[in-house]
């Protein structure tokens, strides 16, 4: 069974500083990774996803994630930090060949604070 | 190109009441999946609808039901209803195995 581990409930850090939160995935096979955020009373929305192409991928907001099959993550990062991106960040995986049925991880809120 | 509906977007109900829940998938989309979100249990995949078929089924007791027309528009349906199953459910929209875009979830509250 695939399954995603997000490391940190909550990050918290300042306007302009470096964003990263932390996915790992176990999968048995090279598996579709994405990269959903949730504002409040909203549904999800893609960021970025990896599906065997490029191992840096690139997203929206100015995000971008790498993936790493040695160390089985897939964390994201961005460079500095906007007050707009305040919301909940959910890592997700689907079997490879499909990207439905996901399986997300437990969410990380980020918090930026001035 | 409008994106995912679902209605309502507020739901209140009792125990034992059964309720139905609405997506509109993106125009050109043909499956359509739900989730529910509990602080609890965070995001679980209840079913996947690909042509009117089921395609794919998570971990739910079978009070949980759904539909697809050939339209592409999807019907979740909870029978019996439980406290438990105050949440939010998701209804995402995809092309045959891309990317599924999320709407924005009907908020169901059982008294």
């Known amino acids: 069974a695939q399954s995603v581990t997000q490391l940190g409930s909550h990050v918290s850090v300042s306007e302009g500083a470096l964003v990263l939160l932390r996915c790992n995935y176990s999968?048995?096979?090279?598996?579709?990774l994405f990269w959903y955020v949730q504002y409040p009373n909203q549904g999800l929305q893609l960021l970025l996803k990896y599906t065997s192409a490029a191992t840096l991928v690139k997203g929206i907001n100015g995000f971008e994630a790498e993936f790493k099959k040695s160390e089985t993550s897939f964390h994201l990062t961005k460079p500095s930090a906007h007050m707009s991106d305040a919301a909940e960040y959910f890592c997700?995986?689907?079997?490879?060949?499909?990207?439905?049925?996901?399986?997300f991880g437990t969410g990380t809120r980020l918090q930026v604070t001035l | 190109k409008a994106g995912v509906t679902q209605t309502p977007r507020y739901l209140i109900k009792t125990r034992g009441q059964q309720v139905t829940l609405s997506c509109s998938p993106i125009?050109?989309?043909?499956?359509v999946s739900w989730y529910q979100q509990t602080p609890g249990q965070g995001l679980q995949f209840l079913f996947e609808?690909?042509?009117?078929?089921?395609?794919n089924k998570g971990n739910f007791p079978g009070r949980f039901s759904g539909r697809q027309f050939s339209n592409s528009r999807s019907e979740m349906n909870v029978s019996t209803l439980e406290l438990g199953d105050s949440a939010l459910y998701l209804c995402?929209?995809?092309?045959?195995?891309?990317?599924?875009?999320f709407g924005p979830g009907t908020r169901l509250t059982v008294l």
């Open positions: 125009s050109g989309h043909r499956s």
């Open positions: 997700a995986v689907s079997p490879t060949g499909t990207a439905s049925k996901l399986t």
């Open positions: 609808y690909f042509s009117e078929t089921q395609r």
């Open positions: 995402a929209s995809s092309r045959v195995t891309d990317t599924q875009y």
């Open positions: 999968s048995s096979v090279p598996p579709y």
